[in-house]
């Protein structure tokens, strides 16, 4: 298996401008984890699907920031409008529920907004 | 709301040294707990986990225990290597959610 899959694997932008950031958990997992990693604040949770649905979304810091999970195999995470704060590296994990739920992590999306 | 604390933030042993990365968390209710490396501008490799109900795990050089009654975790590293060099993080899955709650890291260097 390729593990966890996100595109792209940096992405510059101007303050303002839509970011997408995309995901393709690991074939067969049903629970899939967006993760914000700073240097001030570490690991921080925004938001999980489970069978697709979103189950917490506690963590998503305001409007500007959606997710989607429109089926098993693709997930996004959208900012409209980025801002230069949003800058952080953001991470894709899925997990199988049925076994131990360990997490596998992707390698990342460094987004810096100008 | 649980917190996961990581001592020390850095440690820096030379070559051939046994060492133990300290993880504490303040809600004993968890479900499991998960060990990881990660090296810079790298994503997350998870080395291992370990579930409430189980004292220890043991992945080659690795040992991971867990007293979940005490709220705490160590990693011990045998013969530590040059390429263990990374940011060990430990994290926490409560016993009514399935996200993980992280600890700030502990960077380790090994020198050669």
């Known amino acids: 298996d390729a593990g966890v899959i996100q595109s792209p694997r940096h992405e510059v932008t101007e303050m303002g401008q839509e970011v997408t950031l995309r995901c393709k958990p690991i074939?067969?997992?049903?629970?899939l984890f967006w993760y914000r990693q700073t240097m001030m604040r570490g690991l921080e949770l925004l938001i999980y699907f489970n069978n697709n649905v979103p189950i917490d979304d506690s963590g998503m810091p305001e409007d500007r920031f959606s997710a989607k999970m429109p089926n098993a195999s693709f997930s996004t995470l959208k900012i409209q409008p980025s801002e230069p704060r949003d800058s952080a590296v953001y991470f894709c994990?899925?997990?199988?529920?049925?076994?131990?739920?360990?997490?596998?992590f992707g390698p990342g999306t460094r987004l810096t907004v100008l | 709301k649980q917190e996961v604390t990581q001592i020390p933030a850095a440690l820096s042993v030379p070559e051939g040294e046994n060492l133990v990365l300290n993880c504490s968390f303040t809600d004993s209710a968890i479900y499991n707990l998960q060990w990881f490396r990660q090296d810079p501008g790298k994503g997350l490799t998870s080395l291992l986990l370990?579930?409430?109900?189980?004292r220890e795990q043991t992945s080659g050089r690795l040992n991971a225990s867990l007293d979940k009654s005490s709220g705490r975790s160590t990693l011990y590293i045998a013969a530590s290597q040059p390429g263990d060099s990374a940011t060990y993080l430990c994290a926490v899955r409560p016993g009514s959610a399935r996200q993980l709650t992280f600890g700030s890291g502990t960077q380790l260097t090994v020198l050669p």
């Open positions: 994990a899925s997990s199988l529920t049925r076994t131990n739920n360990e997490q596998f």
């Open positions: 074939s067969g997992h049903n629970s």
């Open positions: 370990i579930q409430s109900s189980q």
